[in-house]
């Protein structure tokens, strides 16, 4: 497990694609970032007005630094948007603000994926931390081969945790954009074509959630098939 080549093809395979999708997604916000928004409204405002529309009165929209940062904090019912999105008076900034807003519906309507997702991050945290040291106990124990296949079967174990918050996580990022793209439609924020861009730039960022579950199937899969080529 030292140099395992499969499991450096299948690193680098991916790593490729979700640089790609990465440079597309930022490519296209860069786009849509100078496409102003008939509303004139920034991401703020968006962002403050959608969570009123839905009746939500608890959740603060703050500004955090740097790029493609935003997010909800659930703990915490405060909508984080980069510097770009919260002063951005474009369509960028307006499909970002309105699908982090989207999450905050999520939480305010208790929706189940979302519920999920929150409940295994525990679980999640823990099998990251542990996945180093077990792949140092691989290597140490690399010429023992029934400590070996234990320590490989802990990794798949940790491994089944990290793609089910993958695939978890899914769901719940395609919903807070229909959610954004509805919303932002309804309460006329976004024109017909200003509409197109938002719903092209949900999509690319939807795109590297896509990418990183199906690198972590992937590993999992290769996992299982090595133990189990070990067990014949």
């Given at each position: 497990m030292m140099f395992d080549?499969?499991?450096?093809?299948?690193?680098?395979?991916?790593?490729?694609?979700?640089?790609?999708?990465?440079?597309?997604?930022?490519?296209?916000?860069?786009?849509?970032?100078?496409?102003?928004?008939?509303s004139g409204m920034s991401g703020k405002e968006i962002a403050e007005k959608m969570l009123r529309d839905n009746d939500i009165y608890d959740v603060q929209v703050t500004s955090v630094e740097g790029e493609l940062t935003d997010h909800y904090d659930p703990s915490k019912k405060i909508v984080n948007l980069s510097h770009d999105v919260y002063y951005g008076q474009n369509v960028a900034a307006a499909a970002v603000a309105a699908h982090e807003c989207g999450h905050a519906v999520q939480h305010a309507t208790a929706y189940a994926w979302l519920q999920m997702r929150s409940a295994i991050v525990p679980a999640v945290?823990?099998?990251?931390?542990?996945?180093?040291?077990?792949?140092?106990?691989?290597?140490?124990?690399?010429?023992?081969?029934?400590?070996?296949?234990?320590?490989?079967?802990?990794?798949?174990?940790?491994?089944?945790?990290?793609?089910?918050f993958s695939l978890?996580?899914?769901?719940?990022?395609?919903?807070?954009?229909?959610?954004?793209?509805?919303w932002l439609d309804s309460a006329k924020i976004t024109g017909r074509e200003?509409?197109?861009?938002?719903?092209?730039?949900?999509?690319?960022?939807?795109?590297?959630?896509?990418?990183?579950?199906?690198a972590s199937i992937a590993t999992l899969l290769y996992f299982i098939m090595q133990y189990s080529s070990r067990r014949d």
């Open positions: 080549p499969g499991l450096m093809l299948l690193t680098i395979v991916f790593m490729a694609i979700g640089m790609f999708v990465s440079s597309r997604l930022k490519s296209k916000f860069s786009e849509y970032s100078k496409v102003p928004t008939s945290n823990f099998s990251t931390r542990m996945m180093n040291f077990v792949f140092i106990g691989m290597m140490l124990f690399a010429f023992t081969s029934h400590l070996y296949n234990q320590a490989l079967l802990i990794i798949i174990v940790l491994q089944s945790a990290i793609t089910l978890i996580t899914l769901p719940v990022e395609i919903d807070a954009s229909r959610r954004a793209l509805i200003e509409h197109e861009k938002a719903t092209d730039a949900l999509k690319w960022a939807a795109s590297t959630y896509v990418v990183a579950a199906l």
